[in-house]
């Protein structure tokens, strides 16, 4: 049973680009989240979807920032015209129910962005 | 709103000593807490929790007791290894289900 995948482990852009995030939930998870990590801090909570719904964004910078979840396919993290400040790394983690405690998070092992 | 405080690291310790990490939160109510370990280049893996006053979360040698009166949720091993190596990351669960994080501490065990 595959865990969280996400892609691409490293991803480099220029000032101004766009990133591109993949996250492939757990089999039969249907609930995922996105938190940011930045060097040497602990991770920030971004963003909340269920399948084709954001449930929660209040983690989400307003601007240049969105996500989705679509019905058919991974979630994706979507930053435009980035900035050196984006740089960190990106975890997704999937969960079956909504309850953290009775359904545990599984986390990815990550993108890392680094704005050149 | 919620914080969880952790003490920062990196803690350097030899194999085979004892370790304790301290954690503390805020947080209405009461909480889950939740241990979470991240191996280099790796995502956070749940290591234990607890939901409530008093419950001893356990896993791989590792326990954290759920302390109300104090809010504190210490993490303890009582002889690491250098396997054990990692960064350790406290965490609660607040309305909505969301997961607050501590900031993280490093350990590093040395043969």
């Known amino acids: 049973n595959a865990g969280v995948m996400q892609n691409p482990r490293h991803l480099v852009r220029r000032r101004g680009q766009e990133a591109r995030l993949r996250c492939s939930p757990m089999k039969g998870h249907s609930h995922v989240y996105w938190y940011r990590q930045l060097p040497e801090e602990g991770l920030k909570f971004m963003v909340y979807l269920q399948k084709e719904n954001i449930i929660d964004e209040s983690g989400m910078p307003k601007e240049r920032f969105s996500a989705e979840f679509p019905k058919e396919g991974p979630s994706i993290l979507r930053i435009q015209q980035v900035v050196r400040g984006d740089s960190a790394a990106y975890f997704c983690?999937?969960?079956?129910?909504?309850?953290?405690?009775?359904?545990?998070?599984?986390f990815g092992n990550g993108t890392r962005l680094t704005v050149t | 709103g919620n914080s969880v405080t952790q003490m920062e690291g990196p803690v350097t310790l030899s194999e085979e000593a004892f370790l304790t990490i301290n954690c503390t939160y805020t947080a209405t109510g009461y909480p889950s807490l939740f241990w979470y370990v991240q191996y280099p280049g790796e995502g956070l893996q749940l290591l234990l929790k607890a939901t409530k006053a008093d419950d001893k979360g356990s896993n791989k040698g590792f326990e954290a007791t759920y302390r109300k009166e104090t809010t504190s949720f210490h993490l303890e091993k009582g002889s690491v290894q250098v396997s054990d190596s990692a960064v350790y990351f406290c965490?609660?669960?607040?309305?909505?289900?969301?997961?607050?994080f501590g900031g993280g501490t490093r350990l590093m065990v040395k043969p």
């Open positions: 983690a999937s969960s079956q129910d909504r309850s953290s405690y009775n359904s545990p998070l599984h």
């Open positions: 965490a609660l669960e607040g309305a909505g289900n969301m997961l607050t």
